[in-house]
């Protein structure tokens, strides 16, 4: 998904990442999506405003809960359901499911069930752009949990050592699955960062024109050639770390911690901004939200018509059949 900066197709975006999760939850719990789904509801400012500052050749890397950076990316929810229902029209063939969605057409270089592991893929991809001499950005997304992961921190080094075209983005949402961050990381997130020599800011992630200002700044030093930055978005998910059909996961955080979140949704923040502004245009937010609804649906109608892969394909696409001058001489099979 291409360059914007249209508040009403922020709107839109943001809303069909809203409607994929909840539609989504629904489909767990009535057991159509099997294994766990980590829900980005609350999230969606900062997929949608990173992107939205992103042009079609630049690259993501995306993390267990990653549908949101998928869709915002350009990703297609019918092809995205499919891959959630296993279906062979998904985009890995139904053999990814939820954590490791990728589309290298797109500039996806996949999402990643292991915390942090994006990083050093996001690293090596800017490599080959300053290799290359392409004017190419990367940016891989992660969560304040992976702030204790030594392949990010790796990251974090490499990236200003080698002056990589990298925007790490940090979606703090407080919690690494239920455990406070402040209870599990010692100083400041931007510190650390600042710690490897690294550009930072601390943006407010519920704000989708605030975090694609602070990324187009990013992303325009890294095009010319000023090195990586590490952002930090200060935001909140509504939902439990993940849910699966017939599991319970408590929720530690208290009522007024989520209603104090809610109270400054991205959507209805960006909603009453327009409606105040005159700034919908034709139909209001009646229309958009009822082209999102009809999209969906109809993401969801392909994604159940469409066949499961057949058990004598199990195999195929998780191995490479040969390799140049492999094996190698003398090895023994």
């Not at 985009?91 to 939820?98: C, I, T």
């Not at 991809?125 to 392409?134: D, I, P, Q, V």
């Not at 969906?296 to 696409?317: H, K, Q, V």
Request: proline share 5%; charged share 25%.
């Amino acid at each position: 998904m291409s360059e914007s900066r249209d508040p009403v197709e922020w709107y839109r975006r943001m809303r069909r990442l809203r409607r994929f999760e909840m539609r989504a939850a629904e489909l767990v719990g009535e057991g159509e999506i099997a294994g766990p789904v980590h829900e980005y509801i609350g999230e969606e400012a900062v997929a949608v405003g990173v992107c939205a500052a992103l042009r079609a050749d630049d690259v993501i890397t995306s993390t267990h809960r990653g549908h949101g950076h998928i869709l915002a990316k350009g990703g297609a929810p019918d092809r995205m359901y499919a891959e959630l229902l296993g279906r062979d029209s998904g985009y890995n063939r139904g053999r990814g499911g939820s954590m490791h969605i990728a589309d290298f057409a797109l500039g996806i270089f996949g999402a990643n069930g292991i915390v942090g592991a994006g990083a050093p893929m996001a690293c090596g991809a800017a490599y080959t752009f300053k290799l290359r001499g392409e004017d190419r950005v990367a940016v891989p997304f992660f969560g304040d949990g992976a702030m204790n992961q030594g392949v990010l921190l790796e990251s974090f080094n490499l990236a200003v050592v080698v002056d990589l075209p990298v925007v790490f983005a940090c979606e703090n949402n407080g919690y690494a699955i239920s455990s406070p961050i402040d209870e599990m990381l010692g100083g400041e997130l931007v510190e650390r960062a600042a710690g490897f020599g690294l550009p930072v800011r601390s943006v407010d992630g519920m704000d989708v024109r605030a975090v694609h200002a602070a990324t187009s700044a990013a992303v325009e030093r890294a095009r010319a050639g000023g090195g990586p930055t590490f952002l930090e978005f200060r935001t909140a998910r509504y939902s439990v770390h993940n849910i699966a059909t017939g599991a319970r996961m408590r929720d530690s955080r208290s009522e007024e911690m989520l209603a104090q979140a809610r109270g400054r949704d991205p959507l209805e923040r960006l909603a009453g901004e327009l409606s105040g502004n005159g700034g919908w245009g034709a139909g209001g937010r009646e229309a958009v939200d009822d082209e999102i609804e009809r999209e969906l649906e109809g993401a969801i109608g392909f994604a159940r018509n469409s066949p499961r892969p057949r058990p004598e394909t199990a195999l195929d696409y998780m191995y490479a059949d040969t390799y140049p001058d492999f094996p190698a001489p003398g090895w023994e099979q």
